[in-house]
């Protein structure tokens, strides 16, 4: 079995418990066998003399195996100069090729299945690929020890190239590799000092699928042709919830192209020769939806609701959950408080390739051919509804155009869509493509949520006791093995240095249940939760008469929190003593996925709405693998998250999202993205999360910033209404 799960680290213990969930078999557990080893059963394996992870061809060039896949994060580079490190490969031949699906050999080690997320890809692997480079490099040593009749401790190994500096013998990996490959790789190869690295923490390591990209040969999802292969769209209920009450296929089958008309558990499929007509039939379909168990009503009520839920007067079923308490709470409230509400709106994933899976099925064969992020999960749901094991899901991974959190559900919902449609195609491929339209209407939501705080602050001007209520869907309700508090809906408040700091806590979450889908957005809780936290801990600061970097490093020491300040003190250093003539400076600081981001953002009011100008992020993250990657995250995590303080909301109307394409859901443009300095604190710690920690500080650090030049607090997002 994996090893124990951290119950505070929700990404692991939700994902472990659906893999425990998936063992499931017939009602029982299959003793003796990890959920792992069922899983894996029928599943494809790489065949290399060097075990799962590294292949070596006769020319000498090094391929790793990643079980991670590219989203555009570019994790591949990481991933590959971790092994190219400890093998001592020339970095220039090497090479990233997507695992196949098989939970056993490629299982992310924090989840229990195969999958990308939670900003974990490095953090899992750096143990695991350190070893696979190591084991690698010693079976070369070996092998040419025997060939130089020398000790293998004398040997040195540069760029693919081992050595004896005694005999001023040499030969490469590729001269070497007929007799390395016999050797047994060893279970515990000795690992190189960090102090040593050449390769890792340089701006050596940059990505290596950087030219496909450009040049347009990178394959994704809608790349993919086969013969005889189907194109298929679905017309889903306008409504959450609705299902399809009855439909009149007799336009849509006139359609030139269109091959077949027919009801599938999530609406009404088309497949046709082309995508054009596959849009076409769909269009001239007549549905009627029945909507008696679906959502009508307003985001704008449905807030009015959460606001009586946090008072307590919303439904008895409703019950609060406590998640952080600690001191005398029914008597530290009195006198002068600060009070303070803030609410977040439902946001779309927005990536920039909508939804899409090109599936083949053949009695109980299944072949899946897409950007498959968590494909334990899509292999296990996919093997529900063909009737077969969840090994024999054959996935190919291909590269995605973006996920932010919508490719990792529990559902596998689009994935199992398209599994559907080609029970139907008679064997036929069939590619199940959503429109942004699709994606927007259709699709999963990072959660509306609200907030309420009272704080009151002690004779020092700081917090004495610090009341809270969360009002938010809980994303991960109704996954196996998942019992009480979801984690997703608190992190980031839960644990923070500034309730640590706190002598009476009194915090409690309301998880009101909406038949609108939810999902983890990148961030996942962070994503309100430092918001309010930090915007919250500046305008404490300007109540008790103290600077609002100063409130703070006072609150860290007492929390002992020196990972925050140390974050804080370096982005307070980097940014300078005073802001851009002009401009107004905002700071925050939050902890997410393992790793500290603290922000200095430069602000000015214009035309009536914020414009952000510098960005000075410092991060602790342990050893910075690839310190050109993190400085990518941290960009584009702050244009993610600074598009959505702006603009970002999806609301309804009735029921029915108003937002349907990007003219109606406003992003953040290249001219109106900051200039974002990164800056690494130093650490030899085991690396931890990237992907994520850029995206909710810059928020709260415009908020101060609009906060210092105006006094006015941010309490609604998103800044600039449509």
Same mark, same amino acid.
């Given at each position: ?40 059963? =029928? ?34 580079? %990481? ?5 190219? @490190? ?46 696979? %480079? ?18 293998? +401790? ?32 060893? @279970? ?67 359609? &030139? ?37 679906? @959502? ?15 008072? =307590? ?73 063909? %009737?077969?094991? !969840? ?55 990072? #959660? ?29 309700? +109704? ?32 998880? !009101?249940?909406?038949?609108? *889908? ?29 600077? #609002? ?29 005073? *802001? ?13 996925? +393992? ?104 928020? &709260? ?22």
């Amino acid at each position: 079995m994996n090893a124990p799960v951290n119950p505070s680290d929700l990404s692991t213990a939700t994902r472990r418990g659906l893999i425990v969930g998936a063992a499931m078999v017939g009602g029982s557990l299959l003793v003796g066998c990890s959920p792992a080893d069922i899983l894996s059963l =029928g599943a494809q394996k790489v065949d290399s003399a060097f075990g799962p992870f590294v292949k070596i061809g006769a020319d000498g060039w090094v391929t790793v195996i990643s079980k991670h896949q590219e989203m555009g994060q570019g994790n591949h580079a %990481g991933l590959a100069a971790i092994v190219a @490190e400890e093998l001592d490969a020339d970095w220039s031949k090497v090479k990233v090729e997507e695992a196949p699906a098989n939970a056993k050999l490629y299982g992310n080690t924090l989840m229990g299945v195969q999958g990308t997320g939670g900003s974990t890809a490095i953090n899992n692997s750096w143990d695991q690929l350190r070893k696979a %480079g190591a084991g690698a490099r010693a079976m070369f040593v070996q092998a040419a020890a025997a060939r130089f009749g020398a000790q293998a +401790g004398d040997l040195t190994v540069k760029d693919g190239v081992v050595s004896d500096p005694k005999s001023g013998k040499s030969a490469s990996f590729a001269e070497l590799l007929p007799d390395a490959a016999k050797i047994k790789p060893p @279970e515990n190869p000795t690992l190189k000092d960090p102090k040593t690295f050449t390769l890792i923490g340089t701006d050596r390591v940059r990505r290596k699928d950087s030219l496909a990209k450009a040049t347009g040969t990178a394959r994704y999802t809608q790349d993919v042709q086969l013969p005889g292969m189907l194109v298929a769209m679905v017309a889903h209920s306008p409504r959450f919830g609705g299902k399809v009450k009855s439909f009149d296929a007799a336009a849509a089958k006139q359609v &030139p192209g269109v091959v077949d008309v027919f009801e599938i558990p999530t609406g009404v499929a088309v497949t046709a020769q082309n995508t054009f007509a596959a849009r076409q039939g769909r269009d001239a379909l007549k549905v009627t939806w029945d909507d008696d168990k679906a @959502e009508k009503r307003g985001s704008d009520v449905i807030l009015a609701e959460y606001k009586q839920i946090a008072a =307590g007067k919303g439904p008895a079923e409703i019950k609060a959950q406590a998640f952080e308490t600690k001191g005398d709470a029914a008597n530290a409230f009195g006198g002068d408080v600060f009070r303070a509400s803030y609410d977040f709106p439902f946001l779309a994933h927005a990536t920039m390739e909508p939804m899409n899976c090109v599936a083949q099925v053949q009695g109980n064969s299944v072949k899946l051919t897409f950007a498959s992020q968590v494909q334990t999960l899509d292999q296990l749901n996919v093997a529900k509804v063909v %009737g077969t094991l !969840p090994g024999a899901v054959e996935i190919e991974t291909l590269f995605a155009g973006g996920s932010f959190g919508r490719r990792a559900n529990q559902d596998s919902d689009y994935v199992v869509e398209c599994a559907h449609v080609a029970k139907k195609t008679g064997g036929k491929p069939v590619k199940l493509v959503w429109t942004r339209e699709d994606d927007m209407t259709a699709g999963k939501y990072r #959660p509306l949520t609200y907030h309420d705080v009272v704080v009151k602050l002690g004779a020092d001007g700081f917090p004495a006791a610090w009341r809270h209520r969360i009002v938010t869907q809980s994303i991960t309700k +109704g996954m196996p093995m998942q019992k009480g508090l979801d984690e997703t809906t608190v992190e980031g408040t839960k644990g923070s240095p500034y309730l640590k700091a706190t002598p009476v806590v009194d915090a409690q979450v309301y998880m !009101p249940e909406l038949p609108v *889908p939810v999902l983890w957005w990148r961030s996942v809780g962070a994503t309100h939760t430092a918001f309010v936290m930090e915007h919250t801990i500046d305008q404490l600061a300007r109540k008790a008469g103290q600077d #609002p970097a100063a409130y703070r490093k006072a609150l860290y020491q007492k929390a002992g929190a020196a990972r925050h300040l140390a974050a804080l003190n370096l982005a307070l250093e980097k940014a300078g003593p005073t *802001p851009t003539p002009g401009w107004t400076r905002g700071v925050a600081v939050h902890e997410s996925f +393992g790793s500290v981001v603290a922000q200095v953002a430069e602000v000015q009011v214009k035309d009536g709405e914020p414009k952000v100008g510098r960005v000075v992020t410092a991060i602790d993250c342990g050893v910075a693998v690839s310190p050109d990657q993190i400085a990518a995250q941290m960009e584009g995590g702050t244009c993610y998250g600074l598009s959505a303080t702006l603009f970002g909301q999806v609301t309804l109307k009735d029921g029915l999202v108003e937002q349907t394409n990007f003219d109606t859901y406003r992003v953040l443009r290249i001219n109106e993205a900051p200039q974002v300095e990164t800056h690494i604190v130093p650490s030899g710690e085991h690396p931890s999360g990237v992907g994520e920690p850029g995206t909710p500080v810059i928020g &709260p650090a415009v908020a101060n910033a609009i906060l210092a030049a105006t006094g006015q607090a941010t309490n609604s997002l998103p800044m600039v209404k449509a």
